[in-house]
């Protein structure tokens, strides 16, 4: 397994409930097309897996 993991926001955060707007905050996407890069770990993979349908995971 690859020792970090690179994700963008591709679709915004507005209208989702506000577990899901923390969690993209969590990740440190605050604004559209932003890329962020974070150690591989079990808590993060499971905070993609709720916003998935928001981020698009570039590397693993």
Request: aromatic share 2%.
């Amino acid at each position: 397994m690859a020792e970090t993991i690179t994700y963008t926001l591709v679709k915004s955060g507005i209208g989702s409930t506000k577990k899901i707007r923390a969690t993209l905050t969590g990740l440190g996407l605050t604004k559209m097309q932003k890329t962020a890069t974070r150690k591989n770990t079990s808590e993060i993979r499971g905070m993609l897996n709720k916003v998935g349908h928001l981020v698009r995971v570039e590397e693993i």
